[in-house]
Protein backbone atom coordinates (compact mmCIF):
# COMPACT_ATOMS: atom_id res chain seq x y z
CA UNK A 1 0.00 0.00 0.00
CA UNK A 2 1.39 3.03 -1.00
CA UNK A 3 -1.28 5.77 0.31
CA UNK A 4 0.49 9.20 -0.23
CA UNK A 5 3.33 9.42 -3.11
CA UNK A 6 4.82 12.82 -3.38
CA UNK A 7 7.63 13.95 -5.95
CA UNK A 8 10.13 14.52 -6.14
CA UNK A 9 11.65 14.58 -2.08
CA UNK A 10 13.69 17.46 -3.01
CA UNK A 11 14.50 20.56 -5.27
CA UNK A 12 16.25 23.91 -5.43
CA UNK A 13 15.15 26.31 -7.87
CA UNK A 14 16.35 29.55 -8.74
CA UNK A 15 14.04 32.68 -8.15
CA UNK A 16 11.61 33.21 -10.92
CA UNK A 17 11.48 29.20 -12.03
CA UNK A 18 8.62 27.48 -11.90
CA UNK A 19 7.77 23.59 -10.88
CA UNK A 20 5.23 21.40 -10.47
CA UNK A 21 4.85 19.17 -6.66
CA UNK A 22 3.19 15.75 -7.56
CA UNK A 23 0.98 14.32 -5.31
CA UNK A 24 -0.94 11.16 -6.19
CA UNK A 25 -3.05 8.60 -3.39
CA UNK A 26 -3.96 5.22 -3.99
CA UNK A 27 -6.84 4.96 -1.34
CA UNK A 28 -9.28 6.69 -3.74
CA UNK A 29 -9.89 9.63 -1.26
CA UNK A 30 -12.03 12.31 -1.99
CA UNK A 31 -10.29 15.03 -0.02
CA UNK A 32 -6.99 16.34 -1.11
CA UNK A 33 -4.28 19.10 0.58
CA UNK A 34 -1.47 20.62 0.31
CA UNK A 35 0.15 21.66 3.50
CA UNK A 36 3.43 23.75 3.35
CA UNK A 37 5.79 23.69 7.25
CA UNK A 38 8.16 25.98 8.19
CA UNK A 39 10.66 25.82 10.63
CA UNK A 40 8.42 26.14 14.28
CA UNK A 41 5.50 26.72 12.93
CA UNK A 42 3.41 23.71 12.49
CA UNK A 43 1.84 23.04 9.08
CA UNK A 44 -0.07 25.68 6.91
CA UNK A 45 -3.32 24.98 4.57
CA UNK A 46 -2.37 26.42 1.28
CA UNK A 47 -4.98 24.88 -0.94
CA UNK A 48 -7.77 21.65 -0.94
CA UNK A 49 -10.05 19.78 -2.90
CA UNK A 50 -13.31 17.93 -1.66
CA UNK A 51 -13.25 15.89 -5.33
CA UNK A 52 -12.08 15.97 -8.67
CA UNK A 53 -12.64 19.49 -10.43
CA UNK A 54 -13.05 21.11 -7.16
CA UNK A 55 -10.35 22.98 -5.43
CA UNK A 56 -10.60 25.79 -2.79
CA UNK A 57 -8.08 28.49 -1.16
CA UNK A 58 -6.89 27.65 2.53
CA UNK A 59 -4.67 30.00 4.83
CA UNK A 60 -1.85 30.35 2.38
CA UNK A 61 -2.83 30.10 -1.07
CA UNK A 62 -0.68 33.16 -2.41
CA UNK A 63 2.10 32.09 -4.99
CA UNK A 64 0.64 28.52 -5.82
CA UNK A 65 -2.15 26.66 -7.93
CA UNK A 66 -3.61 23.28 -8.01
CA UNK A 67 -5.68 21.52 -10.42
CA UNK A 68 -7.28 18.18 -9.50
CA UNK A 69 -7.83 16.06 -12.88
CA UNK A 70 -8.76 12.94 -11.11
CA UNK A 71 -9.30 11.54 -7.83
CA UNK A 72 -5.71 10.42 -7.53
CA UNK A 73 -3.83 13.71 -8.35
CA UNK A 74 -3.55 16.62 -7.45
CA UNK A 75 -0.42 18.88 -8.08
CA UNK A 76 0.77 22.52 -6.62
CA UNK A 77 2.19 24.54 -9.13
CA UNK A 78 4.74 27.41 -8.13
CA UNK A 79 5.04 29.45 -11.12
CA UNK A 80 7.17 32.19 -9.99
CA UNK A 81 9.42 30.72 -7.33
CA UNK A 82 10.10 33.29 -4.44
CA UNK A 83 12.65 32.75 -1.33
CA UNK A 84 9.73 32.97 0.86
CA UNK A 85 8.50 29.95 -0.58
CA UNK A 86 11.58 27.44 0.72
CA UNK A 87 9.95 25.26 2.77
CA UNK A 88 8.84 21.47 3.30
CA UNK A 89 5.71 20.38 1.34
CA UNK A 90 3.40 17.94 2.62
CA UNK A 91 0.52 16.54 0.75
CA UNK A 92 -2.47 14.69 2.84
CA UNK A 93 -6.03 12.81 1.63
CA UNK A 94 -9.00 11.92 4.05
CA UNK A 95 -12.20 9.96 2.89
CA UNK A 96 -14.25 13.20 3.47
CA UNK A 97 -13.72 16.29 5.69
CA UNK A 98 -17.54 16.51 6.98
CA UNK A 99 -16.98 13.89 9.59
CA UNK A 100 -13.54 14.48 10.52
CA UNK A 101 -11.95 11.55 8.63
CA UNK A 102 -8.60 11.24 9.51
CA UNK A 103 -5.95 12.76 7.19
CA UNK A 104 -2.88 10.49 5.77
CA UNK A 105 -0.14 12.60 4.65
CA UNK A 106 2.96 11.77 2.23
CA UNK A 107 6.48 12.08 3.46
CA UNK A 108 7.00 15.60 2.12
CA UNK A 109 9.04 17.57 -0.62
CA UNK A 110 11.40 19.60 0.13
CA UNK A 111 11.90 22.72 -1.48
CA UNK A 112 14.71 25.47 -2.01
CA UNK A 113 14.63 28.77 -3.78
CA UNK A 114 18.19 30.60 -4.27
CA UNK B 1 -11.60 31.06 13.31
CA UNK B 2 -9.61 28.42 15.65
CA UNK B 3 -6.22 29.04 16.90
CA UNK B 4 -4.49 26.28 18.83
CA UNK B 5 -1.59 26.57 20.70
CA UNK B 6 0.76 24.36 22.29
CA UNK B 7 3.36 23.87 24.92
CA UNK B 8 5.86 22.66 25.67
CA UNK B 9 7.66 23.61 22.24
CA UNK B 10 11.05 20.67 23.37
CA UNK B 11 10.69 18.05 26.25
CA UNK B 12 13.43 15.82 27.39
CA UNK B 13 12.63 12.75 29.54
CA UNK B 14 14.69 10.09 29.92
CA UNK B 15 13.84 6.39 29.09
CA UNK B 16 10.95 5.07 31.03
CA UNK B 17 8.75 8.35 32.34
CA UNK B 18 6.17 10.12 31.16
CA UNK B 19 5.74 12.55 28.67
CA UNK B 20 3.09 15.21 28.71
CA UNK B 21 2.03 17.72 26.01
CA UNK B 22 -1.08 20.21 26.48
CA UNK B 23 -2.53 22.32 23.82
CA UNK B 24 -5.76 24.65 23.57
CA UNK B 25 -7.69 25.90 21.31
CA UNK B 26 -10.32 28.99 20.87
CA UNK B 27 -13.53 27.25 19.12
CA UNK B 28 -15.76 26.30 21.25
CA UNK B 29 -17.29 24.36 18.12
CA UNK B 30 -14.73 22.18 17.41
CA UNK B 31 -15.40 18.82 17.98
CA UNK B 32 -12.18 16.56 16.78
CA UNK B 33 -8.74 16.36 18.44
CA UNK B 34 -6.22 14.45 16.11
CA UNK B 35 -2.59 14.19 17.54
CA UNK B 36 0.18 13.63 14.91
CA UNK B 37 3.78 12.32 15.35
CA UNK B 38 6.38 13.10 12.79
CA UNK B 39 9.99 11.49 12.47
CA UNK B 40 13.02 13.39 10.96
CA UNK B 41 12.52 13.08 7.28
CA UNK B 42 8.48 11.81 7.16
CA UNK B 43 5.07 13.25 6.78
CA UNK B 44 2.98 13.67 10.20
CA UNK B 45 1.43 10.21 11.01
CA UNK B 46 -2.08 10.23 12.70
CA UNK B 47 -1.40 8.38 16.09
CA UNK B 48 -4.39 8.98 18.36
CA UNK B 49 -7.36 10.97 18.33
CA UNK B 50 -10.39 12.20 20.16
CA UNK B 51 -13.95 13.64 19.82
CA UNK B 52 -15.56 15.84 21.83
CA UNK B 53 -18.37 13.12 23.10
CA UNK B 54 -15.40 11.28 25.03
CA UNK B 55 -13.30 13.05 27.74
CA UNK B 56 -10.40 10.24 27.35
CA UNK B 57 -8.88 7.76 24.65
CA UNK B 58 -6.36 5.21 25.27
CA UNK B 59 -4.13 3.11 23.12
CA UNK B 60 -1.10 0.88 25.18
CA UNK B 61 0.63 3.79 26.25
CA UNK B 62 -0.58 6.68 24.50
CA UNK B 63 -3.29 8.37 25.96
CA UNK B 64 -5.60 11.91 25.36
CA UNK B 65 -7.42 13.52 27.83
CA UNK B 66 -9.92 16.39 26.96
CA UNK B 67 -11.39 19.37 29.02
CA UNK B 68 -14.45 21.27 26.67
CA UNK B 69 -15.05 23.37 29.49
CA UNK B 70 -11.38 25.04 29.59
CA UNK B 71 -11.06 24.48 25.74
CA UNK B 72 -7.68 21.93 25.96
CA UNK B 73 -6.57 18.38 25.50
CA UNK B 74 -3.34 16.57 26.39
CA UNK B 75 -1.27 13.91 24.74
CA UNK B 76 0.28 11.54 27.60
CA UNK B 77 2.78 9.15 26.65
CA UNK B 78 4.02 6.53 29.87
CA UNK B 79 7.06 4.69 29.91
CA UNK B 80 8.94 6.57 26.93
CA UNK B 81 11.05 4.68 24.95
CA UNK B 82 14.01 6.30 22.45
CA UNK B 83 12.02 5.56 19.45
CA UNK B 84 9.41 8.41 20.88
CA UNK B 85 11.62 10.73 19.84
CA UNK B 86 10.12 13.10 17.19
CA UNK B 87 8.30 15.88 16.67
CA UNK B 88 3.87 15.61 18.05
CA UNK B 89 1.49 18.19 16.56
CA UNK B 90 -1.82 18.79 18.07
CA UNK B 91 -5.03 19.80 15.79
CA UNK B 92 -8.66 21.24 15.78
CA UNK B 93 -11.39 21.15 14.09
CA UNK B 94 -15.13 21.00 13.33
CA UNK B 95 -16.77 18.87 10.46
CA UNK B 96 -16.74 20.60 7.17
CA UNK B 97 -13.66 23.22 8.25
CA UNK B 98 -9.66 22.89 8.02
CA UNK B 99 -7.54 21.28 10.55
CA UNK B 100 -5.78 23.96 12.38
CA UNK B 101 -2.39 22.37 14.03
CA UNK B 102 -0.17 23.50 16.51
CA UNK B 103 3.47 24.52 16.30
CA UNK B 104 4.48 20.84 17.41
CA UNK B 105 6.60 19.71 20.50
CA UNK B 106 10.13 18.16 20.27
CA UNK B 107 10.10 15.07 22.05
CA UNK B 108 13.52 13.91 23.09
CA UNK B 109 14.14 10.80 24.87
CA UNK B 110 17.59 9.41 26.46
CA UNK B 111 18.10 6.25 27.29
Known amino acids: NAGVTQTPKFRILKIGQSMTLQCTQDMNHNYMYWYRQDPGMGLKLIYY???????DKGEVPNGYNVSRSTTEDFPLRLELAAPSQTSVYFC?????????????FGDGTRLSIL | GENVEQHPSTLSVQEGDSAVIKCTYS??????FPWYKQELGKGPQLIID?????GEKKDQRIAVTLNKTAKHFSLHITETQPEDSAVYFC??????????FGKGTTLSVSS
Open chain 2, 27 to 32: DSASNY
Open chain 2, 91 to 100: AANQAGTALI
Open chain 1, 49 to 55: SVGAGIT
Open chain 2, 50 to 54: IRSNV
Open chain 1, 92 to 104: ASSYDRNSNQPQH
